[in-house]
């Protein structure tokens, strides 16, 4: 089993690797436009300074990116949010305990009493669930150094709708859902969850989009939509400009960290074959 320590550990060693390659990486560098001009992207403009470039590889969503970097118009972008529609996205609720629950394990759920209803609720009326499913990770449970002895640190997923711009939802309303969960919890056998929470961290889906420019608070990228999509997703080489290419949940194989990093090293491939 990987934990979330193990996965950080793929970052520290990419950077390790391109320390030794001899490539400089600018970190905390706000990309704001990605440039182009006869058909080819020539760079991009970040912290106000442009970075000529042969070649972009973005992370950013496909939609998003064209949207936001390469303001492509309404016509190309509407084409894409036709066929490419954004996933779930997810109320993130990390809150570190006084205590232990000896019954959970690493990885839980909670399911709701109507599951049909739930998925439903989620994935076709956009709405939020009144009885959600719930995934809970206690990574205490095999890794002991995450929390001080006798307490504990959760990490808590309830699977919602993605932003919906025309209807939003405030951080109130994802507030009050919050609630339902602990609520839930409670019920559920985490007897009384809320006098032993000593730290509290919500991201709701303003949040993820804010954060990392995800298509509507999006966190898995693009749906597998067998009439829209044939569950292929975007390309991972652009259809526009030929040496823009993408990485990330938004084309494939999908989401999740194992496929997004299963994604670089194919579009890493993908350059060199396209390069020679």
Request: glycine share 8%; aromatic share 10%.
């Amino acid at each position: 089993m990987v934990c979330g320590w193990g996965l950080y550990h793929i970052a520290l060693g990419l950077g390790r690797l391109l320390k030794e390659l001899g490539i400089p990486v600018n970190l905390n560098a706000d990309v704001s436009e990605v440039r182009q001009e006869n058909g080819h992207v020539t760079g991009l403009v970040a912290n106000g300074t442009f970075h000529a470039a042969d070649i972009v590889v973005s992370n950013m969503e496909v939609i998003p990116a064209y949207e936001k970097l390469l303001r492509e118009d309404k016509t190309f972008i509407a084409s894409l949010e036709k066929k490419y529609e954004p996933a779930c996205s997810g109320l993130v609720l990390d809150l570190g305990l006084d205590c232990q629950y000896p019954q959970l394990a690493h990885h839980n759920f909670f399911f709701s009493g109507y599951q049909k209803e739930h998925f439903a609720t989620v994935f076709e009326k956009h709405q939020l669930p009144d009885d959600p499913t719930i995934y809970l990770v206690a990574a205490s449970k095999t890794d002991p150094t995450v929390a001080p002895a006798g307490c504990d640190c959760l990490k808590i997923l309830p699977h919602i709708p993605y932003i919906d711009d025309a209807h939003p939802l405030t951080r109130e309303d994802y507030l009050r859902f919050k609630d339902r969960i602990v609520d839930k919890l409670e019920r559920m056998g985490l007897k009384d969850l809320r006098k032993h929470i000593v730290f509290e961290h919500v991201w709701t889906p303003l949040d993820i989009r804010a954060q990392y420019n995800s298509n509507k608070g999006s966190i898995y990228g693009v749906v597998s939509d067998r009439w829209k999509n044939l569950a292929f997703k975007a390309p991972k080489q652009s259809t526009l400009y030929p040496n823009l290419f993408f990485v990330g949940g938004s084309v494939n194989p999908g989401g999740g960290m194992p496929m997004v990093v299963l994604c670089g090293q194919n579009v890493a491939k993908k350059i060199v074959a396209w390069d020679k």
